[in-house]
C-alpha cells in the first residue's frame, strides 16, 4: 500500500546535527500524524496537524518541530538530536469523514550516535 | 485525561488455545476504541473497532462501558497471530477528535 510513505527508512546520525524525517500521503487526508515506538512506551504521539499549516503538539514534541506547507508532506525535524531520540518514528494519517482510523506508513528507524 | 492501560506486556499461548488481551481504559465521556496490530516486518494497521462490532480474523473485542474495558479475545489462537498488539482510544468530542491515544502494546507469541 503505497498510500503513505517514509523517508529514508533507515537513519544514523551524530548528536546534535539536524535531520528531517518526511511523510507523504496520496489520499488528500486532512489530519496527518507523527509517533515514536519505544519499547516500554508504546506509541507516543509527537505531532500532529490537522490541515496545511495546522499543527499542534501531542505527548512528547520537546525538541521536535513540524511544518504542514502542503496536505500530502508532513515533515518532522530533530534540530539538535540526542541520543534519547533514538526511536522507530511512525507517521500516520486519517481522513476526518471517517471513523477515526488512522493508516500508517512503514516508520523510519533512527539511530543518534 | 485520556489514558489506556495493556497491563501485559507479554503474552504466549499454544496454537488452538483461547486467547485474551486485555486493554483497559480511562475516559469521562464516550470514546471509540480500536485494536491496532504490528506483525513483524510490517506497518501498524487496524485490526477492529468497536463502532464495528466485527470479527476480523477471528478476533472479537466488546467494550465494555461498566468496567472500562476492551479485552480483544479470540477462541483458537494461530501461529500468524503473532503480532505486537495496541489497543487505542479516541475521545468522541464535539468536533470530532482525530487523536487516538495508544496503550503500550502487547507482544502475542503463539507457539507451535
Known amino acids: 500500500d503505497a498510500g503513505i510513505t517514509q523517508s529514508p527508512r533507515y537513519k544514523i546520525t551524530e548528536t546534535g546535527r539536524q535531520v528531517t524525517l518526511m511523510c507523504h500521503q496520496t489520499?488528500?487526508?486532512?489530519?496527518m500524524f507523527w509517533y515514536r515506538q519505544d519499547l516500554g512506551h508504546g506509541l507516543r504521539l509527537i505531532y500532529y496537524?490537522?490541515?496545511?499549516?495546522?499543527?499542534d503538539k501531542g505527548e512528547v514534541p520537546d525538541g521536535y518541530v513540524v511544518s504542514r506547507s502542503k496536505t500530502e508532506n508532513f515533515p518532522l525535524t530533530l534540530e539538535s538530536a540526542t541520543r534519547s531520540q533514538t526511536s522507530v518514528y511512525f507517521c500516520?494519517?486519517?481522513?476526518?469523514?471517517?471513523?477515526?482510523?488512522?493508516?500508517f506508513g512503514p516508520g523510519t528507524r533512527l539511530t543518534v550516535t | 485525561a485520556q489514558r489506556v492501560t495493556q497491563p501485559e506486556k507479554l503474552l504466549s499461548v499454544f496454537k488452538g488455545a483461547p486467547v485474551e488481551l486485555k486493554c483497559n481504559y480511562s475516559?469521562?465521556?464516550?470514546?471509540?476504541l480500536f485494536w491496532y496490530v504490528q506483525y513483524s516486518r510490517q506497518r501498524l494497521q487496524l485490526l477492529l473497532r468497536?463502532?464495528s462490532r466485527e470479527s476480523i480474523k477471528g478476533f472479537t473485542a466488546d467494550l465494555n462501558k461498566g468496567e472500562t474495558s476492551f479485552h480483544l479475545k479470540k477462541p483458537f489462537a494461530q501461529e500468524e497471530d503473532s503480532a505486537m498488539y495496541y489497543c487505542?482510544?479516541?475521545?468522541?468530542?464535539?468536533?470530532?477528535?482525530?487523536?487516538?491515544?495508544f496503550g503500550k502494546g502487547t507482544k502475542l507469541t503463539v507457539n507451535p
Open positions: 500516520a494519517s486519517s481522513d476526518r469523514r471517517g471513523s477515526y482510523e488512522q493508516y
Open positions: 489520499w488528500s487526508h486532512s489530519y
Open positions: 496537524s490537522a490541515a496545511a499549516d495546522i499543527t
Open positions: 475516559y469521562s465521556g464516550s470514546p471509540e
Open positions: 468497536h463502532i
Open positions: 487505542a482510544l479516541s475521545p468522541l468530542t464535539q468536533g470530532g477528535s482525530e487523536k487516538l491515544v
